[in-house]
């Protein structure tokens, strides 16, 4: 099952922030917040990760809170494109685990023009 | 560089018939992953390759499923017979692996599979 629990959806203004958040409240020590997402007919796209440290990239911004039993994926200006099916998963980075993703249900953002 | 590739993108089936996926990863990737996500649920995770090796493949539905990897590089999912319950999207997904540390998956589009 996963480990994490999201809002089932959020609107989103264009050209606006849209601040997923992401609630992994039984995290442990060897696992990573990973974001991705489903854009319509297409596979997840990864997004970003991090372990404890606030991460940005050229897509997203992830920001952890100190006690890692929580994040929010940050969509700094929001376009139609961005539109999707939000996955926030925990990862175990562990020599001896697969490495594989468990999705959940994930956020339908649905950016509006 | 090239992305996953996944063939057929899609295919529509009767029941009882057989079905191959193919998979090729992104070059130099070792580890491939088969998801599935079915009408209404969620993307499940099917297997887990280590180059031609299986690592995990405790997602595989049933015996009517057989995934393969030989050489390591490219991957083909078979499913015979086919199932009505079969029909969904299969995914397949790569990513290295250095130092003892898995980097993200990257999916493919997926292959639409039908069964009628």
């Known amino acids: 099952d996963a480990k994490t629990t999201q809002p089932t959806s959020m609107d989103c203004a264009e050209g606006r922030a849209a601040n997923l958040p992401c609630n992994h409240s039984t995290i442990s020590g060897n696992e990573y917040v990973y974001w991705y997402r489903q854009i319509h007919s297409q596979g997840p796209q990864y997004i970003i990760h991090?372990?404890?440290n606030n991460e940005t990239n050229e897509m997203a911004s992830l920001i952890i809170t100190e006690d890692r039993k929580s994040s929010t994926l940050i969509l700094p200006h929001a376009t139609l494109r961005d539109t999707a099916v939000y996955y926030c998963?925990?990862?175990?980075?562990?020599?001896?685990?697969?490495?594989?993703?468990?999705f959940g249900q994930g956020t339908t953002l649905q950016v509006k023009p | 560089e090239a992305g996953v590739t996944q063939f057929p993108s899609h295919s529509v089936i009767e029941k009882g018939q057989t079905v191959t996926l193919r998979c090729d990863p992104i070059s130099g990737h070792d580890n491939l992953y088969w998801y599935r996500r079915v009408m209404g649920k969620e993307i499940k995770f099917l297997l887990h390759?280590?180059?031609?090796?299986?690592?995990?493949e405790s997602g595989m539905p049933n015996n009517r499923f057989l995934a393969e990897r030989t050489g390591g590089t490219y991957s083909t999912l078979k499913v015979q017979p086919a199932e009505l319950e079969d029909s969904g999207v299969y995914f397949c997904?790569?990513?290295?692996?250095?130092?003892?540390?898995?980097?993200?998956?990257?999916f493919g589009n997926g292959t639409r599979l039908t069964v009628t």
């Open positions: 390759f280590v180059k031609e090796s299986k690592q995990d």
């Open positions: 991090g372990l404890k």
């Open positions: 998963i925990v990862r175990d980075h562990g020599s001896s685990n697969t490495g594989k993703l468990i």
């Open positions: 997904a790569s990513s290295q692996r250095t130092g003892g540390y898995n980097s993200p998956l990257h």
